[in-house]
């Protein structure tokens, strides 16, 4: 019996209540996400934000709810919280991972290693993961897929972001028997080399880290929105770092992404400062004539490439409905579909020196950009979400991919250990 979202959420909310989420992160997009949640979705209920610094997740709960939380510091003491109805925080990820009443944990940290840790103890103890994330997800999302199939969770990257936008909208378009051949997303602008420095007043006036600022106007973060699309959908892309024509709309990119590559096997690309400038596009093919002259009655242009789109991403509000999917039918909003397609390998974004430490993503020093994985593998290319605090051992050129003899990785880090595995288990494409 086929049972609608809306029409299981009535169900849950009758036999078992709302559904019992954990924020891990503290930041701007994890505060919009809380507050979001806090302020009354009524088949989630918000018990708990942990962030390395207590004191900003005690911040979080005040400013999104104007409650102060309980600090917490075992399972046992936020399994009473949430017995009490008490909203909690703590430092430890591990009292969420371990707290039986927790359902989902939604990571929003922005980290690799550090949160790495803590999805693999979340899926351990049988909590589906939810990523606003996007690098761990386009660094280690494939391995971690893994690990989550095996506990039987579900992993997912959500709704309201780009990859969560297109995917949902190609599931659909594939669902009407449409021939999927592009997806992605629409991007503003790009400066491959502005820096937490340049954007430091914009991210001051938004309350929003300059680094993770710096990320979106360098491209790194459409780089790895891009790759968990690739990853999820099965598309590559035409070129390093992609097309992404200037265009005045999106449906232009029917006539401007290469046929042939279009036709070979699908495109992840973006639409460059074309309306509706915000959300994520597909692309369909059809060339038979009845079904032409179908889709040209309904305004959708003359084909044989056709772009539907919806114009807008709102990943604070459409979280909700990711939870409800992955917790009531087992189901990922956007998930890698099985090998990587594709990964976002470093490039200097300046002169770099023998002996300095990469600052990572939304630095001074690399920005990320997409790549097939079969050819950043076989230049053995290091992902920009392994790139932080590794350290030069030769000079590297402004705007050269940085490879992994030319640095040294930090010792004992599991985000390299599940990388070594994600290519043992997946080879290199």
């Known amino acids: 019996m086929n049972t609608s979202l809306e029409t299981a959420i009535a169900a849950r909310l009758r036999d078992g209540g709302p559904i019992k989420v954990a924020i891990l992160g503290a930041g701007a997009c994890a505060t919009m996400v809380?507050?979001?949640l806090a302020a009354g979705v009524p088949h989630v209920r918000l018990v708990a934000i942990c962030n390395r610094t207590l004191s900003r997740a005690a911040a979080c709960w005040t400013e999104v709810a104007c409650v102060q939380a309980s600090v917490v510091q075992t399972p046992a003491e936020l399994s009473k919280s949430i017995a009490h109805g008490l909203p909690a925080v703590t430092s430890n990820p591990d009292v969420l991972c371990q707290t039986p009443e927790i359902e989902v944990?939604?990571?929003?940290?922005?980290?690799?290693?550090?949160?790495?840790?803590a999805v693999l103890q979340a899926l351990q103890n049988g909590k589906h993961v939810v990523f606003v994330n996007a690098e761990l997800d386009s660094t280690l999302g494939p391995i971690l897929k893994v690990y989550?199939?095996?506990?039987g969770k579900v992993l997912t990257h959500t709704d309201g972001e780009e990859p969560g936008v297109a995917m949902s909208l190609l599931r659909y378009l594939r669902s009407l028997g449409l021939r999927t051949v592009a997806a992605g997303n629409l991007k503003g602008m790009i400066d491959r080399y502005r820096?937490?420095?340049?954007?430091?007043?914009?991210?001051?006036?938004?309350?929003?880290?300059p680094a993770k600022v710096a990320s979106f106007a360098d491209g790194t973060k459409l780089s790895m929105e891009s790759t968990i699309l690739a990853n999820a959908s099965g598309f590559g892309v035409g070129v390093r770092g992609m097309h992404g024509p200037r265009c005045a709309h999106v449906r232009d990119m029917a006539q401007l992404l290469p046929r042939k590559q279009l036709m070979a096997g699908g495109l992840v690309d973006y639409a460059l400062d074309a309306e509706p400038f915000s959300g994520a596009f597909a692309i369909v093919h059809e060339d038979r004539p009845a079904k032409c002259k179908e889709l040209a009655y309904f305004k959708m242009g003359d084909g044989p490439f056709y772009v539907?789109?919806?114009?807008?991403?709102?990943?604070?509000?459409?979280?909700?409905?990711?939870i409800a999917r992955a917790?009531?039918?087992?189901?990922?909003?956007v998930a890698p579909a099985g090998p990587p397609v594709c990964e976002v390998v470093a490039v200097a974004k300046r002169d770099l020196s023998a002996g300095m430490i990469l600052d990572g993503v939304?630095?001074?020093?690399?920005?990320?950009?997409?790549?097939?994985?079969?050819?950043?593998?076989?230049?053995?290319?290091?992902?920009?979400?392994?790139s932080e605090g590794c350290r030069l051992k030769r000079p590297v050129a402004?705007?050269?991919?940085?490879?992994a003899s030319d640095v040294e990785f930090p010792a004992n880090r599991l985000c390299d250990k599940l990388a070594a595995e994600q290519e043992k288990v997946f080879g290199a494409n």
């Open 362 to 386: 939304g630095g001074f020093d690399c920005y990320g950009v997409i790549e097939n994985r079969r050819a950043a593998r076989a230049e053995a290319l290091v992902p920009i979400g392994l």
């Open 148 to 151: 989550a199939d095996r506990a």
């Open 34 to 36: 809380a507050r979001h």
């Open 105 to 117: 944990v939604i990571e929003i940290t922005g980290t690799v290693e550090f949160a790495a840790n």
């Open 398 to 403: 402004k705007d050269s991919a940085i490879c």
């Open 327 to 333: 917790v009531l039918f087992n189901d990922a909003t």
């Open 308 to 322: 539907f789109y919806t114009p807008y991403h709102l990943p604070q509000l459409q979280i909700a409905s990711t």
């Open 195 to 209: 820096t937490p420095e340049t954007q430091r007043e914009f991210a001051a006036k938004h309350g929003m880290d």
